[in-house]
């Protein structure tokens, strides 16, 4: 079945620094989703890429989809201590209803 | 998007009792979805909920363990059965709009059973 690998299992960073999280499906994919979830929070949605090669930016964020729709990150610039959380990746096959997450990174800032 | 609640927001419950979580939109939608977040954990799709007819579930979840309820566009329900410390999870709806394919969740509701 579909699987979607998603690494670092965690991160830690300085305030300051820069934050990457990278996602790589099994499968092709029809579009991949991206939440945030907040320590004792719920999976917020940030964004949905469809497009192969698509690079969409959200102020700090930057989110691609690869060209073979296999694969996607996100990259925050200059990490502040809002951003920490779990950041799950969540693709869907063509033809599927199912969702699927990776695993989530979990990133901690340290000010 | 979609406002979505849930109730209860949490509970603690004995095992071998059932309990039932309700997820109420405030609008109608295509789709909602039930999943499974065990602490630390991803998310794990437990069933599609059905408007008017039975679930589709995912493997490893069975509907006596997990029956569901969808009478309308706005509202679901999921019961988890014969509790044991193993439920002790967040319980989640997701919903999805007709707008497009994006997905969004309920505030979910914490179970531990002791």
């Known amino acids: 079945g579909q699987q979607v690998m998603q690494i670092p299992q965690y991160q830690h960073v300085q305030e300051g620094e820069d934050f990457t999280t990278y996602c790589n499906s099994s499968t092709t994919l029809s579009n991949i989703q991206w939440y945030k979830q907040r320590p004792g929070g719920h999976p917020v949605f940030l964004i949905q890429l469809v497009k192969s090669g698509e690079v969409k930016k959200q102020k700090r964020l930057t989110f691609q989809f690869g060209e073979a729709k296999k694969n996607s990150s996100l990259h925050i610039t200059a990490t502040q201590t809002t951003d920490v959380g779990t950041y799950f990746c969540a693709g869907r096959q063509g033809g599927s209803e199912k969702l699927v997450f990776g695993k989530g990174t979990k990133l901690t800032v340290n000010p | 998007s979609a406002v979505i609640s849930q109730k209860p927001s949490r509970d603690i419950c004995q095992r071998g009792t059932s309990l039932t979580i309700q997820c109420q939109v405030d609008s109608q939608v295509t789709m909602m979805f039930w999943y499974r977040q065990q602490p630390g954990q991803s998310l794990t799709l437990i069933a599609t909920?059905?408007?008017?007819?039975?679930?589709?579930?995912e493997s490893g979840f069975v509907i006596d363990k997990f029956p569901i309820s969808r009478p309308n566009l706005t509202f679901s329900t999921l019961t988890v059965s014969n509790l044991s410390p193993e439920d002790s999870s967040i319980y989640l709806c997701?919903?999805?709009?007709?707008?497009?394919?994006?997905?969004?969740f309920g505030p979910g509701t914490r179970l531990l059973v002791l």
């Open positions: 997701s919903v999805r709009t007709g707008a497009g394919e994006t997905q969004y």
């Open positions: 909920a059905n408007q008017g007819s039975e679930a589709t579930y």
